[in-house]
């Protein structure tokens, strides 16, 4: 397991993760007006993402695909 959550992204990934993972906050904000099962699978994507860009790893990356970043 602990390959598995070894790092596997440098800086720049970090980086675009970070952003997907504050526009995807910004989603369930707006999206907890419209439903709440809505807001709340936006929200639980935006921690995991941020999740991956503050530990450097990516869990596609880890399963074996190849990511461009």
Same mark, same amino acid.
Request: hydrophobic share 60%; glycine share 14%.
């Given at each position: 397991?602990?390959?598995?959550? %070894?790092? !596997?992204?440098? !800086? =720049?990934? =970090?980086?675009? =993760?970070?952003?997907?993972?504050?526009?995807?906050?910004? +989603?369930?904000?707006? +999206?907890? %007006?419209?439903? /709440? /099962?809505?807001?709340?699978?936006?929200?639980?994507?935006?921690?995991?993402?941020?999740?991956?860009?503050?530990?450097? /790893? *990516?869990?596609?990356? %880890? *399963?074996?695909?190849?990511?461009?970043?």
């Amino acid at each position: 397991m602990k390959t598995f959550m %070894a790092r !596997n992204i440098d !800086n =720049r990934g =970090r980086v675009v =993760r970070g952003i997907g993972a504050l526009a995807l906050l910004v +989603g369930a904000g707006f +999206g907890f %007006a419209v439903s /709440w /099962w809505l807001g709340g699978v936006l929200l639980a994507s935006a921690i995991f993402v941020a999740f991956e860009a503050l530990r450097g /790893w *990516c869990a596609l990356r %880890a *399963c074996g695909i190849k990511t461009k970043l």
